[in-house]
């Protein structure tokens, strides 16, 4: 079964953002090839790495 790549978005992307956005103190972290997105509202707090996560553990 395929997955739906827009199931990630309601789970678990959108209560981050909203969370995010809700909390000054807080930032948004998100690495993720092909798809490192955030809203324009914490965009300032945020950090975004459009890279495969297992390329960047192997660099840690």
């Not at 909390?23 to 975004?48: F, H, L, Q, T």
Request: charged share 25%.
């Amino acid at each position: 079964m395929a997955r739906n790549k827009h199931n990630t978005l309601g789970i678990i992307k959108y209560p981050f953002w909203q969370m995010t956005a809700e909390n000054p103190k807080a930032k948004y972290v998100c690495i993720n090839y092909g798809e490192a997105y955030v809203p324009e509202e914490i965009a300032e707090r945020s950090i975004c790495i459009n890279t495969d996560i297992g390329e960047i553990l192997k660099q840690l």
